[in-house]
């Protein structure tokens, strides 16, 4: 069965800030690193080289976190970074680390929500997103607002999660419920959404073989390395819970029915 295109679940950008206020975004830490996204650096630096990010660059990273990218972007590249973010606590602990590490004077972090950025018209040469845009609710105008921010010729360059394969829609439920995702585009969504703002298409890749490959890895850490840790810092009920999420989303991988897409286009 397929799931309509147009159904959401209905989370709001709320339930979201407060998932990345609890202990989430420190699991997700600890099963990807600070930059908290599949593939890490080796995947910042491929989406920065394919933006064609230079020194002169000005960046704006959607959904920033932690900051982990930016940091990784400007001290490779020398370039300036605006990271924007909706939750308190993410941009706190991101203005900390890049405090601590010297690199105030390259990147600003913003509170802010994708649907309604808030920077002037024509700022920025290129945005960046990495794992997280399947969180907002609704991607075409995340994609207008990005278009609107970007210079003429500015590039957008991003990751998502992404809906590959077909499903019944008590799985669709169960994987976006546990992500807190409204839902997943497709990669074909996101590429005709794009065209349909007159962005140029200059790559759509699907990258879920590796997507597979990480959620395996992901599984085997949290059973093996860090059972312990998250019980004795959460609770039993919390490991319980990311495991059997966890769980659901390896074997849909699996199925490919979920997976992950590189996409970079050209305001026109
Ligand atoms: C998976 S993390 C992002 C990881 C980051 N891109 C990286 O590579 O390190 C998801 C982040 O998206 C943010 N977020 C989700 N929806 C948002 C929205 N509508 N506007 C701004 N930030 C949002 C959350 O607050 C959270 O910090």
């Avoid at 209905?10 to 975004?25: E, K, L, R």
């Avoid at 650096?41 to 394919?50: G, H, I, V, Y």
């Avoid at 490779?76 to 706190?92: E, F, P, S």
Wanted: some cysteine.
């Amino acid at each position: 069965m397929t799931i309509k295109r147009g159904k959401k679940l209905d989370f709001t950008i709320a339930d979201v800030v407060d998932v990345y206020s609890g202990p989430v975004g420190i699991l997700w830490e600890m099963l990807m690193g600070e930059q908290i996204h599949v593939g890490g650096e080796k995947e910042t630096d491929a989406l920065a080289k394919k933006a064609h990010l230079e020194k002169n660059s000005t960046v704006l990273d959607v959904c920033s976190a932690l900051g982990g990218p930016a940091r990784y972007l400007v001290r490779r590249y020398g370039c300036t970074i605006t990271g924007l973010d909706a939750t308190q606590k993410m941009i706190d602990e991101a203005m900390k680390r890049t405090e601590q590490q010297e690199l105030s004077h390259l990147i600003t972090y913003k509170l802010g929500n994708a649907l309604d950025m808030p920077f002037k018209s024509e700022t920025f040469d290129v945005v960046l997103g990495q794992d997280a845009w399947c969180y907002v609710t609704n991607k075409n105008r995340l994609l207008q607002e990005a278009k609107r921010v970007l210079k003429p010729r500015g590039i957008i360059a991003f990751t998502d999660w992404l809906q590959i394969g077909t499903m019944i829609e008590s799985e669709w439920i169960d994987l976006n419920s546990f992500m807190v995702f409204p839902y997943m585009e497709t990669l074909d969504g996101y590429v005709n959404e794009l065209k349909g703002l007159d962005f140029k298409i200059l790559e759509a890749e699907d990258v879920s073989v590796d997507f597979t490959a990480h959620c395996h890895i992901y599984q085997d850490m949290l059973r093996k390395t860090l059972k312990d840790s998250i019980i004795a810092q959460y609770g039993k009920e919390l490991f319980e819970a990311a495991d059997s999420g966890l769980a659901k989303w390896v074997q849909a991988a699996d199925e490919s029915k979920v997976g992950r897409g590189r996409i970079i286009a050209q305001k026109q």
